[in-house]
């Protein structure tokens, strides 16, 4: 059976989007770090660039962390990055620590 480096892939279906694994994730975990760190820095990419085009259109610091889901009452770029972090640094919190 031939097995392949671990690997990422996003799948949608209607409101729903998902991230699934393929590949040998248990026998590199290296491997799989690797290529989750890639993937992060591939949708913080992106993330920026939709952030951007927001407050290019008009939206307020408090619509773009309602939109992250990370605060309601946000009223500077600041807010908005230390609410995302905090928001971040509880879920590595959950997942990493198990």
Known sequence: ML????????ASHGGRLRLRQ??????DPLAGIRECSRASIAVDKALGE?????VASGASW???G???GV???AQTQRDVLEALAEHR?????????R
């Open 22 to 27: 393929r590949g040998r994730w248990y026998q």
């Open 3 to 10: 097995t392949r480096a671990p690997h990422l892939r996003l």
């Open 71 to 73: 605060t309601d009452d």
């Open 89 to 97: 640094r509880a879920v590595w919190r959950r997942f990493w620590y």
């Open 66 to 68: 309602r939109a992250l």
């Open 62 to 64: 408090r619509e773009i």
């Open 50 to 54: 939709a952030v951007r085009q927001g």
